[in-house]
Every structure is written in C-alpha cells, then in structure tokens.
C-alpha cells in the first residue's frame, strides 16, 4: 500500500463530523437474551449526572424488522431503525441470537459502514460473532463467552480469539466475554472516555467491581466440544482427563493417537483451536484447582494427584494462569466459605466476582506471534448451546474473593 492510499484510509477511519463518540447505537435483534441486550441499555442510557457519571445519548436500534422477541418471550419495539446508526460514534452489538446463524446482511451493511466513518464499534458476548460477520475482527485480537470461542475460531480462522480475556480493546474494536464481562467492557469504556472517577461512581451505582483481575480461565469445565466428539481424537483427549494424575506428556498422546508429535499437534490444534501442551498443562491446573477447593491433600499433594513432576512446576503454572499461589487460592477460597464437614466446591461455571486492572498494549503482539487463536483450553463447554438456555454465571453471590487472574483492560 502506497504512502498516499495509507494516508487516505487512515483519513476514512476518523470520526466523521455528524459521528459523536457519546451518541451510542445499541443494535438488538430478535432472539437476543434480554441480559446482556440490557447491560449497555443501563449503562449509557440512564441519566446518572448527579452521581458525577457524564451523560450518553442512547440510541435503540433494532437490526431487523420488529417486534423483537427475546428471553421468556417478551416483544420488544425499538425506536430506532438501522439509520440511526449513522449517527453514532458508539455502536454496541450485545448479543446475537444463535452462533450457527448468520446475521441480516443490512445489519453488517451499518456496522462496516459505521467503522469506516471512525465509530467505536462493540460486541458484547455473541456480540462478537456479527462483528467477525463484518469482518471487523480480521486480523484483530478478540474475545467472546469461553463456551463459544472455538467456534467463533474456527468459523473466522483470521481472528485472533483468545478465550482468556474477559474483554480485549483493540483501540476502534472491542469485545467482551460473556454476561458480567459485559459490564466489565462498559465500564471500561466509561474508564476510557471520562477517566477512573467517572467509572468508579457509575460501579457504585451498579454496586460491582469497578474493575475485575484475570480472565476466563477458572471458568473453563472439563467437557468436549461438540466439534471433536465423533472425532477419533476424542478418546485420547477423553483418556487424558481421566488420566490426569498420572505423568504422561504429548508424546504419549500422539502415540496413544498413532501420529507423530507434529500432525498430531496440527490435528489437535485445528479441532480444538488449542496447542496440546497447553491445554494438558491447563486441565492439570483446573484439576488442582478442584483438589484445592475439595480436599484436605497438601500443595505437594495435590502436584503429584495432578501430574505434576514437582510441587515447584504446580506453583509456576498455577500462578501464571490464576495469578495466586496454591496456598493463597486455598486460604482466600476457605476464607469465604463456612466450614461444615469439609469444603464445599464451587458449582460448575461459577466462580467468584474479582476486581481487575489491565492493558491491552501487549495483547496484539501476543496474538499475532501465536496465530489464528490462543486458547488455553480445549475444554470449552458441552457443544454450543443458544443463550436463553441456562449457562454458566459469573457473578454468584457468597463466593470468595480470590486472588486474581490475568489482567484486562
């Protein structure tokens, strides 16, 4: 590209004059679950200014032709159409309807149209899915619910998912994991335009963490997508999970396959969206991370219960993906919790509410140098069912505070 051509396309992504950044364009569709439709709805479209939280101007949208049915069958009518988007400098996308479905045509006409006038664009959840729909995410680091990444991964190998973050800014593009991490990414946008004070009052007034550590790893369970179940590499994953505590590595996996170590890593990958190595070193924390929770064992003896050749090799992959040492995870979990006979674990999916701090300056580079996708896990989730079926939710009341995990913005 010419210096000349840069210079113009970098002109086109401005904000165009009749675009304000405070104007936000909230685009439902039909089928869409009505919490994550609602969080940009309470975030930007209520006037808090006696709290010190600066004014938005909320502009509801629907994508396709009303009424909009959404969760537990409620019709909604949205006062705005798709033009209304032109007037944005904010537009969120917070949920879409169903993961295999592609998304109306005129929908994906107004968000292209609207990046390119210089507009903030958002997915929130699902959201994602139509932003990759656009091709918004191309070549860009993204997020979504960990449940749905590898679909999201597979379906637009160009995007760079990383199922680890509870959202990713990439400047004029952002995207957020599922639910709560919504009002994460919200409260970050308020953080970005109007500075930590203005989004500090506005949690207040939500009464959540004005900013959460980590990501989605304690989040990730242990079952087989969908993808891979009729798979012949299914069953040496599934003999890996109940295998867990015994010290076996990739090359036992490979042979167990009957492939060689480099097309069994390719094979892996391009099922799951995830390196083996790392998503056997991942399955070995979440296990440890259960004992944790559940047993009386020692930290070296839940290392030897896991897999792990030594308690020292447990603590330094412990802390790279929970930020905590075993020790400290286990205090700060018993902490919070009454004992009553033994230690109750946490149920599947949940996990506790964390405050959070972060940047995303690193996170292009990281997704760049490992490829289409980063994943830390090939266990995400049972298939891919559609939102409005019950799913995993993050903020549970009661649980512990536990020490964090990798920042986000």
Do not use: N
Not at 17 to 37: Q, Y
Not at 59 to 69: A, I, S
Not at 286 to 309: K, N, P, Y
Not at 352 to 367: D, L
């Amino acid at each position: 590209m010419s210096q000349d051509s840069a210079a113009a396309t970098e002109a086109v992504r401005k904000l165009s004059g009749r675009r304000r950044r405070e104007v936000v364009a909230v685009l439902l569709f039909s089928g869409g679950p009505i919490f994550e439709s609602s969080i940009p709805l309470s975030v930007f479209g209520i006037d808090r200014q006696d709290a010190g939280v600066p004014r938005y101007r909320l502009l509801v949208c629907g994508g396709e032709e009303g009424p909009l049915r959404t969760t537990g069958g409620l019709e909604l009518t949205a006062p705005y159409g798709l033009e209304a988007i032109s007037r944005a400098g904010t537009v969120v996308v917070p949920a879409w309807r169903s993961i295999t479905s592609p998304p109306p045509a005129e929908a994906l006409d107004a968000l292209r149209r609207a990046h390119e006038e210089g507009a903030r664009i958002v997915g929130l959840c699902t959201g994602a899915f139509v932003l990759a729909a656009a091709g918004l995410l191309d070549g860009r680091p993204a997020t979504t619910h960990w449940m749905y990444a590898p679909t999201l991964a597979k379906r637009y190998p160009s995007v760079h998912v990383d199922p680890r973050e509870l959202f990713v800014d990439d400047g004029d593009v952002l995207t957020s994991a599922g639910t709560a991490a919504g009002i994460d990414l919200c409260l970050h946008i308020v953080r970005t335009d109007h500075g930590t004070e203005a989004a500090g009052a506005l949690a207040r007034r939500l009464v959540v963490p004005s900013r959460r550590s980590g990501g989605q790893e304690r989040y990730l369970d242990r079952s087989l997508p969908e993808e891979i179940g009729s798979d012949p590499l299914a069953e040496v994953v599934a003999w890996a999970l109940e295998h867990l505590h015994e010290q076996f590595d990739v090359e036992t996996l490979a042979a167990r396959a009957y492939m060689s170590r480099r097309t069994f890593d390719r094979r892996f990958r391009s099922l799951t969206g995830s390196a083996p190595l790392q998503w056997l070193i991942t399955q070995r924390v979440l296990q440890a991370q259960r004992l944790l929770e559940t047993s009386e064992h020692s930290v070296d003896e839940v290392a030897g219960r896991c897999g792990f050749r030594s308690p020292v090799a447990l603590r330094g992959h412990f802390r790279r993906q929970l930020g905590s040492s075993p020790a400290a995870y286990r205090a700060a979990y018993r902490a919070r919790r009454p004992q009553s006979g033994g230690v109750e674990p946490l149920s599947p999916g949940i996990d506790p509410i964390v405050p959070a701090q972060g940047s995303s300056a690193g996170r292009r580079a990281a997704a760049t140098a490992s490829g289409p996708s980063v994943f830390t896990s090939a266990a995400v989730g049972a298939g891919h069912p559609e939102h409005g079926k019950p799913g995993p939710d993050v903020y549970a009341a009661g649980r512990p505070t536990l020490p964090g995990q990798r920042s986000a913005p």
